[in-house]
């Protein structure tokens, strides 16, 4: 990934300091805790002159990764009561904190699809919009998607994929989410599709979910708020609703194994005002192991972190250009603190330390037909 030589050795060149109490954080030469940084931006009480992505490139010039009293504060209380608790009530409540704000918010930066996961890339040049369609087929033709399967999308967003399987793959698809608001758009785009007979979206807590059985079920980047505390209870779950030839497509935020500093910083960041709750991103092998435990083999496994990375910069863009409306509409301090996240997560991504994994499973069965993966669509690079 291209970086932009052209900054300022001085931090006072690029960040424009209004108030006088954290002058002293930004010394010529002196470097400063990142989240400290974070937290004045946000606040106001410091400016930026360059574009706050190319700062984030070169962050490694201005800032450093220590630990500050902010993140006791956090940690005490906010992390640990949502990483031991995760009752009903509670993911409830910070789910639609977040998910419940106003659709014209996600827009902002999603665009037209308004899908909140990862897009994917054939060849680097597509619109977001091609590389989320490039995405829904994809996860179409990992499940094997036939005419009157039925679907289960658990976490269904703003209902893309339940319009998309039930228009084009011919599937009885039902979506479950606990945002109000995204199941009401998702209805609303299930209508405008004109599949709401064999479509819909249903606000639901996926614990609520009734004993039933699917042909296939997907879950795309919500299993991360279940939370590491109920993982293994949730594969349990997915085990027991899905018929015994079924197949189980996870799409999951993982993170790099050990311990780095930069990732914990972004992702006490990302914990504290984006996604909070989400505390099972976990390396690979935790995920693998829990779904093995629950009965499952893994047919595949792939990573599309580079496409997140990408992905994230597309939603960049469009916060960019949306930048007046999101400040009139919600002001300065949630527009800088996505500002800060997207633009940081475009390299967090593309260097490794938080990364997207498209994992396709079934029961692990004796019985399993395991000749309907010849010839399949395996691996999204390939064109098999």
């Given at each position: 990934?291209?970086?932009d030589?052209?900054?300022?050795?001085?931090?006072?060149?690029?960040?424009?300091?209004?108030?006088?109490?954290?002058?002293?954080?930004?010394?010529?030469?002196?470097?400063?805790?990142?989240?400290?940084?974070?937290?004045?931006?946000?606040?106001?009480?410091?400016?930026?002159t360059?574009?706050?992505?190319?700062?984030?490139?070169?962050?490694?010039?201005?800032?450093t990764?220590?630990?500050?009293?902010?993140?006791?504060?956090?940690?005490?209380?906010?992390?640990?009561?949502?990483?031991?608790?995760?009752?009903?009530?509670?993911?409830?409540?910070?789910?639609?904190?977040?998910?419940?704000?106003?659709?014209?918010?996600?827009?902002g930066?999603?665009?037209?699809?308004?899908?909140?996961?990862?897009?994917?890339?054939?060849?680097?040049?597509?619109?977001?919009?091609?590389?989320?369609?490039?995405?829904?087929?994809?996860v179409?033709?990992?499940?094997?998607?036939?005419?009157?399967?039925?679907?289960?999308?658990?976490?269904?967003?703003?209902?893309?994929?339940?319009?998309?399987?039930?228009?084009?793959?011919?599937?009885?698809?039902?979506?479950i989410?606990?945002?109000?608001?995204?199941?009401?758009?998702?209805?609303?785009?299930?209508?405008?599709?004109?599949?709401?007979?064999?479509?819909?979206?249903?606000?639901?807590?996926?614990?609520?979910?009734?004993?039933?059985?699917?042909?296939?079920?997907?879950?795309?980047?919500?299993?991360?708020?279940?939370?590491?505390?109920?993982?293994?209870?949730?594969?349990?779950?997915?085990?027991?609703?899905?018929?015994?030839?079924?197949?189980?497509?996870?799409?999951?935020?993982?993170?790099?194994?050990?311990?780095?500093?930069?990732?914990?910083?972004?992702?006490?960041?990302?914990?504290?005002?984006?996604?909070?709750?989400?505390?099972?991103?976990?390396?690979?092998?935790?995920?693998?192991?829990?779904?093995?435990r629950?009965?499952?083999?893994?047919?595949?496994?792939?990573?599309?972190?580079?496409?997140?990375?990408?992905?994230?910069q597309?939603?960049?863009?469009?916060?960019?250009?949306?930048?007046?409306?999101?400040y009139?509409?919600?002001?300065q301090?949630?527009?800088?603190?996505?500002?800060?996240?997207?633009?940081?997560?475009?390299?967090?991504?593309?260097?490794?330390?938080?990364?997207?994994?498209?994992?396709?499973?079934?029961?692990?069965?004796?019985?399993?037909?395991?000749?309907?993966?010849?010839?399949?669509?395996?691996?999204?690079?390939?064109?098999?």
């Amino acid at each position: 990934m291209a970086v932009d030589t052209a900054l300022s050795k001085n931090i006072l060149d690029l960040v424009v300091v209004r108030d006088p109490k954290v002058a002293s954080r930004y010394k010529n030469g002196a470097k400063t805790p990142i989240t400290n940084f974070i937290e004045d931006y946000m606040n106001g009480r410091v400016d930026v002159t360059v574009d706050v992505r190319k700062l984030m490139q070169h962050r490694t010039d201005y800032f450093t990764y220590s630990l500050v009293g902010h993140h006791a504060s956090f940690i005490v209380n906010k992390f640990i009561p949502q990483l031991v608790i995760h009752s009903k009530k509670q993911d409830e409540r910070i789910v639609r904190d977040h998910y419940d704000r106003r659709n014209d918010f996600f827009a902002g930066f999603l665009g037209e699809r308004m899908i909140y996961t990862s897009a994917f890339y054939k060849n680097g040049n597509e619109s977001l919009t091609e590389a989320q369609d490039n995405k829904l087929h994809l996860v179409s033709q990992k499940l094997q998607l036939k005419p009157g399967e039925r679907l289960l999308d658990i976490g269904c967003g703003w209902g893309t994929l339940l319009a998309h399987t039930a228009k084009y793959y011919g599937t009885d698809t039902t979506g479950i989410s606990i945002a109000q608001a995204g199941v009401d758009y998702a209805n609303q785009q299930i209508a405008d599709w004109g599949v709401k007979d064999r479509a819909r979206a249903i606000r639901m807590d996926y614990r609520a979910i009734p004993a039933d059985k699917y042909d296939k079920i997907s879950c795309l980047e919500m299993a991360e708020h279940v939370g590491v505390k109920y993982f293994q209870r949730f594969m349990n779950q997915i085990y027991g609703l899905l018929k015994d030839d079924g197949l189980f497509y996870l799409q999951i935020a993982g993170l790099k194994a050990g311990i780095h500093r930069e990732s914990l910083m972004w992702g006490a960041f990302m914990n504290e005002y984006i996604f909070p709750g989400a505390d099972a991103s976990m390396p690979l092998s935790f995920v693998v192991a829990r779904l093995e435990r629950a009965g499952f083999e893994i047919h595949s496994v792939e990573n599309v972190g580079i496409h997140y990375s990408k992905t994230i910069q597309q939603w960049y863009d469009n916060w960019m250009a949306n930048r007046d409306a999101v400040y009139n509409e919600y002001g300065q301090w949630w527009y800088r603190c996505w500002e800060i996240f997207l633009g940081w997560s475009v390299d967090i991504a593309a260097q490794g330390n938080s990364t997207a994994f498209q994992i396709v499973c079934n029961k692990n069965r004796e019985k399993f037909d395991r000749n309907r993966w010849i010839g399949a669509v395996n691996l999204g690079e390939r064109d098999l």
